[in-house]
């Protein structure tokens, strides 16, 4: 596909997702139809794409993270099922390895009783690390796979099918995931401390001086800094995760440019692919780690105490 | 790069797959290494105590060794005592035994002894009388010269 298109076009194409949505009635399409009513219908450009708006799904996305989740699913499951406590065969002990890492993690930084926590944990490392692994399958294989498919199924222009097979390269997934987890922080602390205890926390924090009259006027100063690092958490647990995979991606993308330069540029190109490849390993564990323990981390905040005792006296 | 509708897609996914770990997946595992664990402490516990008792035991045992040998050795001291109690009893009972038949026969000889001489007396007077009725040819009154006769044989 390099050799038909400029650069600039491939990287383009590779950062396109495969939406699904509403196009309005009367749009004009790419390959120049006019639309007579709105349609559903799958974007054949990026243009499209964006103008479909909120209501749209990436189902590339939600394709690969639904099936990874679900071989994540299966496998634990089957291993739980059928885990003994005597001596562990292979993949129950691999497993057990995973489980006991995310146990002992939880429990140095989650104090809290919630039995919810921990599967949350592993869920996240699991899943997360999943779907960051496909990053490390070179980037034409499955887009390509998937266009000519299509076209051969269809008869769709291969060139306007868009395929993105890294979830965790959309910001949907990854800010999807955080408010997730921002809903269960916004959860937790109501349910642990009440809604008052909540906004107090919210308000009489950090600044507080224990007379009610200088309090009031703390309040909108106090709301400010604690909404916004309420606030700054979720988007920095997606970002953090997208911005890492997407620059990973990113640099998987040049490189195969640099494939289609000559001899030189391919020998100079599988180096660095490799080279990239193995420290990406090492990448998408420790991104896959982090968002774990700070999800971790958030939760333990949402059921901390401390603080509200604090003002009490 | 549009934020749209696969952000609640994906939160939702998010809930569901962390709901089922949480009901299926965590509980059955952490449970099986739980009671692994369990089984392994218990299994180190009852080696070790297995072990302590081992050690006890041949300690019991050692002792119960040198008791038993103590107490064969007693018996056996006991036993040899017992046997000589018994060789001097039985000789002593032999010796009373014999002194007491010499005693009975001596008596028996000394009484047979005592009946010969009354007898004899008895004879030597009624001798006596008749030879004295002999010699005399009067008529004695034996009543009369009793207190003589006895004297003469007592003499005898």
């Known amino acids: ?214 309090d009031i006027f703390l309040i909108p100063f106090n709301f400010l800094l604690e909404a916004v690092s309420l606030i700054a958490k979720p988007v920095s647990l997606g970002l953090r995760l997208f911005g890492n995979l997407y620059a990973g991606e990113m640099i998987f993308i040049l490189i195969a440019i640099v494939f289609g330069v000559g001899v030189l540029g391919f020998i100079g190109a599988s180096f660095l692919q490799m080279g990239w490849a193995i420290f990406h390993i090492l990448v998408i564990t420790l991104q896959a780690f982090v968002f774990m323990v700070l999800t971790t981390v958030y939760m333990a905040m949402a059921h901390d105490r401390e603080e509200e005792h604090a003002h009490d006296q | 790069m549009n934020i749209n509708l696969t952000l609640i897609g994906q939160s939702i996914t998010f809930f569901a797959f962390v709901w089922f770990c949480w009901k299926y997946v965590w509980p059955a595992l952490l449970g099986v290494m739980q009671e692994r664990e369990q089984k392994i402490a218990t299994g180190l516990q009852e080696a070790e105590r297995a072990e302590k008792d081992l050690e006890l035991a041949q300690r019991k045992a050692a002792e119960q060794l040198k008791e038993a040998k103590a107490q064969a050795a007693e018996i056996i001291d006991g036993a040899n005592k017992r046997a000589n109690q018994i060789v001097d009893e039985a000789k002593e009972a032999a010796r009373s035994e014999g002194d007491r038949l010499k005693a009975a026969a001596q008596a028996e000889i000394e009484q047979e002894v005592n009946r010969a001489k009354e007898q004899l007396r008895t004879r030597v007077a009624d001798l006596s009388v008749a030879g004295a009725e002999k010699i005399l040819s009067i008529n004695i009154d034996a009543k009369a010269h009793d207190d003589m006769i006895e004297k003469l044989a007592a003499e005898l």
Request: glycine letters at 8%.
């Open chain 1, 1 to 214: 596909m390099a050799a038909e298109q400029t650069a600039t076009g491939y990287i383009q194409h590779h950062l396109q997702n495969l939406a699904y949505g509403k196009l309005p009635a009367g749009y004009t399409r790419t390959d120049g139809t006019v639309l007579s009513e709105s349609t559903w219908t799958i974007a054949h450009s990026s243009q499209e794409a964006a103008d479909m708006g909120f209501w749209a799904v990436h189902l590339d996305t939600l394709g690969w993270s639904i099936g990874l989740g679900l071989i994540f699913c299966f496998l634990f499951a089957r291993a739980a099922k059928k885990a003994t406590p005597g001596v562990p065969s292979g993949f129950q002990s691999f497993v057990e390895v995973i489980v006991d890492f995310i146990d002992k993690t939880v429990k140095d930084t989650f104090p809290h009783r919630n039995s919810m926590v921990a599967p949350m944990a592993l869920t996240i490392f699991v899943w997360v690390f999943l779907m960051n692994l496909m990053d490390l399958i070179p980037v034409d294989w499955l887009p390509l796979a998937f266009a000519h498919g299509t076209s051969a199924l269809t008869g769709a222009d291969p060139h306007h099918v868009y395929f993105k097979v890294v979830p965790t390269t959309d910001l949907n997934a990854t800010l999807g995931m955080a408010l997730a987890v921002f809903a269960l922080m916004i959860f937790f602390s109501v349910k642990e401390k009440g809604l008052m205890g909540f906004v107090k926390e919210l308000t009489l924090h950090p600044f507080h001086s224990g007379k009610w009259y200088v």
